[in-house]
T-cell receptor, first 112, second 113 residues
Framework: DAEITQSPRHKITETGRQVTLACHQTWNHNNMFWYRQDLGHGLRLIHYSYGVQDTNKGEVSDGYSVSRSNTEDLPLTLESAASSQTSVYFCASSERTSDTQYFGPGTRLTVL | RKEVEQDPGPFNVPEGATVAFNCTYSNSASQSFFWYRQDCRKEPKLLMS???SGNEDGRFTAQLNRASQYISLLIRDSKLSDSATYLCVVNQGGGTSYGKLTFGQGTILTVHP
C-alpha cells in the first residue's frame, strides 16, 4: 500500500547542531509539505514543494530549508537548531491539483 | 483576528449525544474546506470535505456558509471512539495555491460513558 513515512520518529539534539528530518511518500504525489505543531498555534506551514526542484517558503520558514531532488522525498533541514524549534513536525503530501493532504506519523524533535 | 478560528473546547459529552463544532475563516476568497481529526500524539487524518450544499457521512454532517464565512461539523450519536481533536482547515488562496492550507487550533472532544 502507498504510504508516507517520516524518520526519525523521535530526535533529541543540542542547540547549534544541524538536523535533517526525512519524509518519504510512495503515492507519487507532486505536492509535499512540512508543518510544525505547537500548543496554542495549531499546525503551521514551514515549506512546501509542488514538484522536483520546486520549493517555497511557508508561514514559519526562518531557520529551515528543504530540497526536492525526486518526487518521493522532501527532507527538512534545521541549519542550526534552536530551542524554539522544539516541536512536532509533520510531513504531508497531495496530488497536483488537490487540497486533500495525507500526513506522515510525525517527528518529535527536542532541542536542548 | 486569526485566519481560521475554532472554539478550543474541551467539549465533554456522554455517549449518544449530539455535538456541534463551529469554525470561522477570515478570507472570503477561500476555496476549499475540510474537517480533519487528530488523535492524541498522532497525525491529522481527513474526516470530510465541506461543500456549499452541505454533506453528510454517516453520523457526521458538515455545513458551509460562505456569506457568513462559517463552517460547522455536527456529530450525532457520539461514540467513545469519537474522542479526538477536530481541526477546521481552509485553503484561503485560490488558483494554483493548492495545498496551502490554514489550520484552526482544533476543538477537543471527549465522549464519556
Amino acid at each position: 500500500d502507498a504510504e508516507i513515512t517520516q524518520s526519525p520518529r523521535h530526535k533529541i539534539t543540542e542547540t547549534g547542531r544541524q538536523v535533517t528530518l526525512a519524509c518519504h511518500q510512495t503515492w507519487n504525489h507532486n505536492n509535499m509539505f512540512w508543518y510544525r505543531q505547537d500548543l496554542g498555534h495549531g499546525l503551521r506551514l514551514i515549506h512546501y514543494s509542488y514538484g522536483v526542484q520546486d520549493t517555497n517558503k511557508g508561514e514559519v520558514s526562518d531557520g529551515y530549508s528543504v530540497s526536492r531532488s525526486n518526487t518521493e522525498d522532501l527532507p527538512l533541514t534545521l541549519e542550526s537548531a534552536a530551542s524554539s524549534q522544539t516541536s512536532v513536525y509533520f510531513c504531508a503530501s497531495s496530488e497536483r491539483t488537490s487540497d486533500t493532504q495525507y500526513f506522515g506519523p510525525g517527528t518529535r524533535l527536542t532541542v536542548l | 483576528r486569526k485566519e481560521v478560528e475554532q472554539d478550543p473546547g474541551p467539549f465533554n459529552v456522554p455517549e449518544g449525544a449530539t455535538v456541534a463544532f463551529n469554525c470561522t475563516y477570515s478570507n472570503s476568497a477561500s476555496q476549499s474546506f475540510f474537517w480533519y481529526r487528530q488523535d492524541c500524539r498522532k497525525e491529522p487524518k481527513l474526516l470530510m470535505s465541506v461543500y456549499s450544499s452541505g454533506n453528510e457521512d454517516g453520523r457526521f454532517t458538515a455545513q458551509l456558509n460562505r456569506a457568513s464565512q462559517y463552517i460547522s461539523l455536527l456529530i450525532r450519536d457520539s461514540k467513545l471512539s469519537d474522542s479526538a481533536t477536530y481541526l477546521c482547515v481552509v485553503n484561503q488562496g485560490g488558483g494554483t495555491s493548492y495545498g496551502k492550507l490554514t489550520f484552526g487550533q482544533g476543538t477537543i472532544l471527549t465522549v464519556h460513558p
